[in-house]
């Protein structure tokens, strides 16, 4: 039997162990325990955040499956529905890079085609310190080519996703991962061990000691142990992985098929409770027909193993040697190690003898939540900032090349090129615009995705920076042409126990909620990531926001890029004094604080209504909202990636920097032919959105006077070649050098 | 004109290929696993896709190769049927000895996925038919390992028999060590056999045929094909 | 003085090695019914131009444990010559 | 018996090495000066049931031209043990 203190080593609480103890109505013994400690671990059991998740509205008329299975799914017609979840990979990818964010990805794959669809992107969201730093250098190069390698050969485009750097992440770098898959509604498959004597098989790779105890490893600070325990990372095979795909899809079309379970953390002890606590049932299963790599492997090894590329599977009695014909026609195990039982337990075998027995939903849901306590950071009473103490540069050309060479603001090619982002010929908007379109072959519809989050806005105000993230990314699905439709979240903070981080989180999940309640745009899955800490400092707030939205008709599509010479250039939304939060102000100026933008979700919505109706109708070149970096980066974005310059002129009472750099919301560029521009007004009269020009798509140079009754008070003026490759070559040569 | 497009274990590009054939096109195709054999009757174009076919472990190809699918393909390739090998595909071919040369990791050791531009250096083949001499098109690439390598032997031959049908070049048609993403001997992009009638190129022509897809410059491989199979058959051969 | 050092680059026992499965797969394939097991690692060759042997033995260590592997999943060794 | 194989897979000399020039570069970069030529290969670890040691040498090499090594960039040795 194992007490208190072989609890308390495998990161238990005291009343934690007593509730197992109360459950059990005995003791357990060591590989009960060890079964519970990795359940009831913050990363399996959400046992800190769940009432807070709770706040979030998930449910709408597309909801067709919201958080509690592997993935959400949101119906987007035709009988087709997009399945989508982000994970964290966050503690791997920090102790050993490439493998850790390669199967992070390998994860999050297979909790898409788990529920019975074809993966068909990947967007990757992450963070790291600063580039000067070597080690972060070496981290971020191996990320990437961890994500790269994965995805590549398993042939999902990864078409989008997001990079910040900041010193918060230094040692802790976040690494989200996020899949998308499409889905007729009748293939739907859930996670569920339902049907007294149906066969319980494991299929795909061998299991080996490799990952023990990763769900722990990453529900706790990251110290210099970490990198002793290395068993925690593993080796991602993407080789089987696809095979596993290939595999259980081709199994999934069959009707005796009961349910289906990918193997992440906490391994075969996660799959088997879990499917039984859906289904209200029990599992016995045998550890000694489990196939190994490696020789004299425990019971409690074998069941807490993280080997990569494995699922469980549910079959209907009789049907096994079904299940090992479809797995060998792709060179693959597939085993039966136990059947599905009525008695609620996990019966844990080894070679016939019972070795452990639990109540199943116990294990999959009965960590006691704790209740922690919230308060308001001391740093968050002296983030003000006296905007009129700060002088604004004379010289904007040079203030507009420090933010384009910003890896904050610079182009993320270095990252996507190493990505595959056209297999499967779907992806028709690039990575490089503010959201990826994929067409659906065989209907006139399409999906536009996104990743986004201001960790540093949510450092600032917690509350506004949630909001921010929920609106921006719809602003980037609706410039695009989508309306947006679901979102799944990552949220990754530092140590919950502490209650400055614990306010953060509830903060950040309050302001989400409302905007994705304002948009329409509930949550269908997501992830928790806490203990992203060093012993000097916590990360910012990040709670990351991945989001799908519709596109009715495909061809209705828009970009960013400016088109055509002679285009008139609008603003949407309204120019703001506001420069708190912004790049300009931290990364040129050198002040860290102020508050961030604030967020109207009033006006964000009709901004955004007002341009999707524009981009539907037809009548504009290109869209771009303003983010950071501001007006003037966005221009200058605009420019870049059209290969044309941009001439035109702001009237304004306000200080021109901040109409210039700072990051006011609710802003959207579009460039549309003149003839269309008094409709635009229209429109935009109609939605009681503000609307203004700003200029002419123009060769040459990217030129932009503000002026003050008429008179010039700022301006820059510079070949948008000159910045092109200022902005394009930033986070190569910072890399590379 | 009858298709194949081969899958092996890890192929990925498979799907791809089989559109451009059969919905692009409009030609009837199959898929072929990779336990499977056929009969070079069957078929008239044989499509190896690309991907990561074992990974690429050990090396890019190598295990693909000894598939019994490959020995049809050897088979119709020796019977004169049109072979495509695509990314993966070229490198299976190579591995196979259908081409000459080998394939390294990028010079870089990075994994490319942009456009390039190719100079059309033989348009005399059954793939490039359509495409005029000198020609510079825009067609995506997306591989790890895609540095081609032969000696200087190999390579004298190669370029003697107009064995390099693709090179990559700059905007304006120059073969340039700036426009080489890999490192490829000579900006290498594209070879065909001696017989001509088995083609490997890196980029992926099938990733821009469709005007949706933005370039339509890879179309032309596939239509050319057909129009030499059309051709092939209107005169008996 | 130039030494020639030779190292190896292995996964540690018990971290799964897919490429060493797939050539395994492959060589029982090709009819070597034989094959127990396969691993596969890298082999790293460095000339070295150094003050000594003792030196390069540094050197090499330092640079094993720095660049040429990751403790986290790999062992090294290595001669010199 | 069992016997373990020891195989070096090496790109032949005039085969440009990307890997060893690219670890070459950040070697330099990090400090070591006396870096004077880095080449990668392969290190292929074979546990093989075979009938003798003759038998497994004429397996080995079997594998190594027929799958382990491409003749047309690269080079192998072996030792059996
Ligand atoms: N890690 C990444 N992986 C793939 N694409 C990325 C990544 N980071 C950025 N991108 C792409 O680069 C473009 C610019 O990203 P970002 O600056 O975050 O856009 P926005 O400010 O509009 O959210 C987007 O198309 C985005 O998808
Ligand atoms: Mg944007």
Redesign the interface.
């Known amino acids: 039997m194992a007490g208190r203190d072989d609890a308390r080593k495998l990161g238990l609480a005291d009343y934690e162990y007593d509730e197992i103890v109360k459950t059990l109505g005995r003791e357990p013994n060591y590989l009960e325990l060890g079964m519970y400690s990795v359940m009831w671990s913050e990363h399996c059991s959400y046992k800190n955040s769940k009432p807070v998740l709770k706040r979030f509205p998930t449910s709408g008329p597309r909801v067709l499956q919201g958080p509690g299975e592997n993935a959400g799914i949101v119906d987007i017609g035709d009988n087709l529905a997009v399945v989508m979840k982000v994970e964290s990979h966050n503690h791997p990818s920090a102790v050993e890079p490439y493998q850790g964010a390669a199967t992070g990805v390998g994860g999050i794959i297979r909790d898409i085609f788990t529920m019975g669809a074809r993966p068909v992107a990947l967007l990757d969201s992450l963070r790291f310190g600063s580039l000067d730093d070597p080690r972060v250098k070496y981290l971020f190069s191996g990320v990437v ?1 961890g994500i ?2 994965y995805g ?4 999902i485009p990864t078409v989008g996703g997001e990079v910040y750097f900041d010193d918060s992440y230094r040692d802790n770098p976040l690494v989200n991962a996020m899949c998308v898959g499409i889905i007729q509604h009748d293939r739907i498959v859930k996670g569920r061990a339902a049907g007294v004597g149906n066969s319980v098989m494991l299929v795909g790779s061998t299991t080996g000691r490799d990952g023990m105890h990763g769900a722990s490893f990453a529900s706790e600070e990251l110290s210099e142990d970490s990198v002793a325990k290395r068993p925690s990372v593993q080796v991602g ?4 992985e ?2 596993l795909l290939e595999a259980c899809l081709e199994l999934l079309q069959n009707k005796w098929v009961v349910g289906i379970q990918d193997l992440g953390a906490a391994g075969l002890t996660s799959s088997s409770c879990e499917t039984a606590a859906r289904a209200g049932s029990g599992i016995e299963l045998d550890v000694a027909l489990v196939p190994r790599r490696e020789e004299n492997m425990t019971p409690y090894e074998v069941m807490i193993s993280e080997s990569q590329e494995r699922m469980l599977v549910i079959v209907e009695k009789g049907h096994e040697q079904d299940v090992k014909k479809i797995f060998e ?3 693959l195990n597939a085993v039966k190690i136990g059947t599905v039982t009525d008695d609620g337990m996990l019966r844990v075998l080894e070679n016939g003898t019972v070795v452990a027995e639990v109540p199943a939903r116990s294990l999959a849901d009965g960590a006691p939540s704790v209740k922690r306590e919230s308060r308001k950071p001391d740093y968050m009473e002296t983030l003000d900032v006296d905007l009129s103490s700060i002088k604004i540069p004379a010289d904007l050309n040079d203030v507009l090349i420090k933010l384009l060479s910003s890896p904050n603001i610079a182009s993320k ?1 270095w990252v ?10 779907d ?2 908007v690039p990575p490089g615009s503010d959201a990826a379109v994929l ?1 659906i ?1 065989g209907t006139k519809k399409g999906i536009a995705l996104t990743t986004d989050c201001n960790g540093y806005y949510c450092y600032l105000d917690p509350y506004e920076g949630g909001k921010q993230a929920v609106a921006e990314a719809a602003r980037n699905l609706v410039v695009a042409g989508a309306r947006p439709l679901a979102i799944t979240d990552c949220l990754n903070f530092g140590n919950p126990e502490k209650p400055g981080v614990y306010y953060q989180f509830e903060k950040c999940v309050d302001g989400m909620a409302e905007a994705a309640r304002y948009l329409n745009t509930p949550v269908i899955s997501g992830n928790v990531s806490f203990y992203n800490e060093t012993r000097e400092n916590a990360i910012y707030p990040t709670p990351v926001v991945g989001m799908v939205g519709l596109l009715e008709d ?2 209705k599509r828009c970009t960013m890029a400016f088109k055509k010479e002679g285009d008139v250039v609008v603003l949407l939304g309204e120019n703001t004094d506001e420069l708190g939060g912004s790049v300009y102000l931290r990364e040129v100026m050198g002040v860290k604080g102020g508050r961030p933008p604030r967020l109207n979700l009033d006006v964000e919505k009709r901004v955004q209504d007002c341009c999707l109706k524009a981009i539907e109708l037809g009548l504009v070149h290109s869209a771009h909202d303003v983010s950071e970096g501001g007006l003037a980066v966005a221009l200058a974005e605009s420019c870049i990636a059209g290969n044309t310059g941009f001439s035109g002129e702001i009237e304004t009472e306000l200080r021109h920097d901040a109409v210039l750099f700072g990051e006011g919301q609710s802003r959207i560029i579009m460039s549309l032919p003149e003839e269309n521009l008094s409709l635009i007004q229209k429109i935009a009269g109609e939605s009681n959105v503000n609307i203004s020009v700003l200029g002419f798509v123009k060769q040459g140079n990217f030129k932009i006077e503000v002026k003050h009754k008429g008179v010039n008070i700022g301006k820059i003026d510079i070949p948008v070649e000159e910045i092109a490759g200022i902005w394009g070559n930033a986070i190569r040569w910072k890399v590379e050098n | 004109m009858k298709c194949a497009v081969i899958m092996f ?5 498979d ?2 290929c089989y ?2 054939c059969r ?1 692009v096109l409009g030609q009837p195709t199959e898929y072929v696993f990779h ?1 499977e054999k056929f009969s070079s009757v069957d078929f008239d174009l044989i499509v190896l896709p ?3 076919s ?6 890019a190809g ?2 693909a190769r ?1 598939s019994p699918a490959m020995e049809s393909v050897i088979k119709a390739a020796e019977a004169g049927k049109l072979i495509l090998g695509i990314c993966n595909g070229f490198q299976i071919l ?2 196979a000895k259908l081409l ?3 394939m ?11 456009d390039v531009f190719l100079r059309v250096e033989n348009n005399n083949t059954p793939f490039t038919g359509l495409y005029k001499k000198g020609e510079i098109i825009k067609v ?1 690439i ?1 591989h ?1 390992e895609g ?1 081609y ?3 200087r032997d190999t390579m004298e031959k190669l370029k003697a028999r107009g064995g390099v049908v693709f090179t990559y070049c700059d905007r304006d048609g120059n073969v340039t060590e700036e426009a080489n993403p890999n ?1 490829s001997v000579e900006n290498i992009a594209g070879i065909v056999s001696e017989q001509g009638n088995v083609l490997g190129m890196m980029p ?1 022509p ?2 821009c045929a ?1 005007d ?3 370039n339509t410059d890879g179309r032309r491989v596939f239509e050319s094909i057909l129009q030499y199979v059309e051709g092939s058959v209107a005169h008996g051969r | 003085m130039i030494i020639n050092a030779r190292i190896n680059v292995r996964f540690k026992s018990g971290v799964l090695d ?2 060493g499965t ?2 395994k ?2 060589l029982k ?2 009819g070597f019914d034989g094959v127990e097991d396969v691993r ?1 690692g890298k082999l790293i060759e460095i000339k070295l131009d150094a003050a000594s042997k003792e030196d390069a033995e540094g050197q090499i260590k330092d640079m094993c444990e720095k660049l040429l592997a990751n403790p986290v999943i790999e062992d090294y060794s290595f001669e010199l010559s």
């Open positions: 080519s790269a390698d590549n050969c398993m042939g095979d993407p080789f089987m696809k095979l026609k792709w060179d090619a996507y090129q190493q990505y595959d982002h056209t297999v499967r010929t992806t028709v067409r072959k495909v061809e | 274990p890890g192929s990925n590009c799907v791809d559109h451009a919905d336990k690309g991907g990561f074992y990974g690429d472990y050990l090396r190598a295990i000894f190579l591995e000459p040369g080998a390294k990791r990028n010079r870089d050791l990075k994994f490319h996925c942009h995506p997306a790890g540095n390598f032969a000696d490192g992926h099938e990733r469709e949706i897809l933005g | 897919p490429q797939a050539i797969g492959a394939h090709l596969v």
